[in-house]
């Protein structure tokens, strides 16, 4: 799924990705790549997924085909929210909520519905902050200058004080976990 979520990130990006030094080398920036072509891998990324999603507890299928939404949502969130890190997290670490779900089954009654313990939930919590904290990171490194020229959000634009207390916060979290 990660696969897919990059795939969909450079048919959404492509004409931001040709202008910018970094990523204008991606094959659909660089018209390497059509469109079409891109459509049809992301087909064949998505099958395969959904394939593997088909091997595990029903309760995994549930979670797996939720997450897609997400996937889609990130490249969209970087237009509309100054937090896109978190839907970035949220996105990427679905998989751990997938693989305790198939490690432990997920049966509620007669409903195959994922049911999550306290130490799961505050391990995505904690994988989440981590994603904002690196992704944040790397978006002061390399982007701040980007998301101001080409008008997309990132929290590392929002606001410095409020960044730098969200940045201390998240470090902590993580180390409390």
């Given at each position: 799924m990660r696969g897919a979520g990059c795939t969909?990130?450079?048919?959404?990006?492509?004409?931001?990705?040709?202008?910018?030094?970094?990523?204008?080398?991606?094959?659909?920036?660089?018209?390497?790549?059509?469109?079409?072509?891109?459509?049809?891998?992301?087909?064949?990324?998505?099958?395969?997924?959904?394939?593997?999603?088909?091997?595990?507890p029903a309760p995994c299928l549930f979670l797996g085909l939720t997450s897609l939404g997400l996937v889609v949502v990130y490249p969209l969130a970087k237009r509309v929210t100054n937090w896109p890190q978190a839907v970035l997290g949220l996105t990427f670490n679905t998989g751990i909520l997938i693989g305790y779900t198939a490690a432990v089954g997920g049966e509620l009654g007669y409903i195959a519905a994922p049911s999550f313990t306290p130490a799961i939930l505050t391990m995505y919590g904690?994988?989440?902050?981590?994603?904002?904290?690196?992704?944040?990171?790397?978006?002061?490194?390399?982007n701040k200058i980007i998301h101001y020229t080409i008008y997309t959000s990132s929290n590392c634009v929002f606001n410095g004080v409020v960044q730098r207390i969200t940045n201390i916060s998240l470090k902590l979290r993580i180390l409390e976990i």
């Open positions: 969909i990130n450079d048919m959404w990006d492509r004409r931001i990705d040709a202008a910018v030094s970094r990523t204008k080398t991606r094959p659909l920036a660089a018209k390497e790549l059509r469109l079409r072509q891109a459509t049809a891998w992301l087909g064949l990324q998505l099958s395969l997924s959904f394939l593997i999603l088909l091997q595990l904690g994988a989440i902050a981590w994603t904002l904290l690196y992704d944040t990171i790397y978006a002061h490194q390399v």
